[in-house]
DNA sequence: GTCTATATACGGATAGAC
DNA sequence: GTCTATCCGTATATAGAC
């Protein structure tokens, strides 16, 4: 799997996204016509990852988002009920996009090895596809409510059981070396989550996605199974 | 090495640090008495850390840190210029202290193996011992002022030259394989900063820093040179 | 050296015009 | 549907008593 096969088979755009977060908040948004609430949600989902991912939300004003969102104090909210059910909507929207495009991504291989790679060919897809709300979600997780942040942990916890079952499986199978699941999950999901947390660090070097998720696999299998393991792309 | 010797060897403690920041402010601090000085500055100096790594800096307001360190909020401001300057205090002070550490933590072995081990254990010993100002520096470090920003910048990436010139010395000495040094020296950071970005997560499953550095090694090392490495701790 | 009380400004949210 | 103008709470920072 390559990232440019990936992305013909998800739909993750901005436009994708914000459908999705208009038609789970229908009731909250005041606007009627379904072109001119998505067309606007996705310029204030756009604002609001810009203006935090690089000030924080929390320093974010609404007159920030005004401003880079080009639509009045007012307009706004009568799109959001305020600041921090605008947090909430999106990681809530996010949460679910995610996770539906992860579980049909994951399921197809047999190989205990195959099966990690597609894992985290997956994870390091879909982050580098919707990297800034990767990054608006892994920063701003402890300004979401207690429940909000239950769910986010969840999540999280979710994709580092995924990698630990497969590894466990491998184990069995006599494919993988005694290694620690756990751990090996921990680790693994580590240099996952730096994709999206350093992407602009990759970026200046000329790293591409399909580079780093090779380089990835390739660490990870040689954590798992013991030997060298050259005869992976 | 283990994380016991290593404490033994440095001076990382909430004594320590504040003593380095006062020296470095000593102007901007309106209180003359050396002693009450450092005790305040520790008070503060921990409930900054406190507040700010459960809801964020930004979030944190001057009443907060007020209350959380039991002085007053006019007593406060005899010992900082104001919140920002609180924060550039602070990882200004860190990065001196971590700087020195690491310079003097490093520079004995010889063996490219034994020096990226060496590497390793020494930034997640330190990040052990002053994990939330590790954690504080990484959340906040979007905070700064350009300048500040700057140098938080440069102090991440000497890191990630340090073990990036080391398996470079093992690729040449022949003990590493053809790896590319950038990216090894890439996902070993990731799964180093991981021991204090998910400090909670660790100690509820009892993962010993010892076991934590110990695997990190191992799996660098799998990741640097091809076959089996067992024999390592 | 530390406190209380307060000046001043800024941010979130809304009312009502267009 | 969107805008401008504004209310009101809360935050930073300081003045001056003790």
Redesign the pocket.
Same mark, same amino acid.
């Given at each position: 799997m390559n990232y440019a096969r990936f992305i013909r088979t998800v739909a993750v755009s901005r436009s994708d996204f914000c459908q999705e977060m208009l038609a789970a908040n229908r009731q909250a948004i005041k606007?009627? =016509?379904e072109a001119?609430?998505v067309g606007?949600l996705e310029r204030i989902f756009e604002a609001t990852l810009a203006v935090s991912n690089q000030k924080g939300f929390a320093a974010m004003? +609404?007159?920030d988002l005004s401003k880079a969102s080009g639509?009045? +104090?007012?307009?706004l909210?009568?799109y959001l009920g305020? =600041?921090?059910e605008l947090l909430e909507m999106i990681q809530a929207t996010g949460r679910r996009l995610t996770g539906r495009i992860l579980k049909q991504s994951v399921a197809s291989q047999q190989d205990p090895a195959e099966q990690l790679a597609a894992a985290i060919h997956a994870h390091i897809f879909l982050s580098e596809a919707m990297q800034p709300w990767f990054f608006f979600s892994y920063m701003e997780a402890r300004h979401l409510g207690d429940k909000e942040k239950r769910l986010a942990k969840e999540s999280e916890q979710k994709t580092e059981r995924l990698f630990a079952t497969i590894i466990r499986r491998g184990r069995r199978q006599g494919v993988f070396r005694e290694v620690d699941p756990n751990l090996a999950a921990a680790v693994i999901k580590a240099m996952v989550q730096d994709w999206y947390l350093k992407r602009w660090k990759y970026a200046k070097r000329r790293v591409s996605v399909d580079r780093y998720a090779a380089f990835v696999v390739d660490t990870a299998l040689r954590c798992c199974r013991g030997g060298a393991v050259e005869e992976r792309a």
């Open positions: 606007i009627k =016509k001119v609430a606007n004003t +609404m007159r639509l009045s +104090m007012g307009a909210y009568d305020g =600041k921090e």
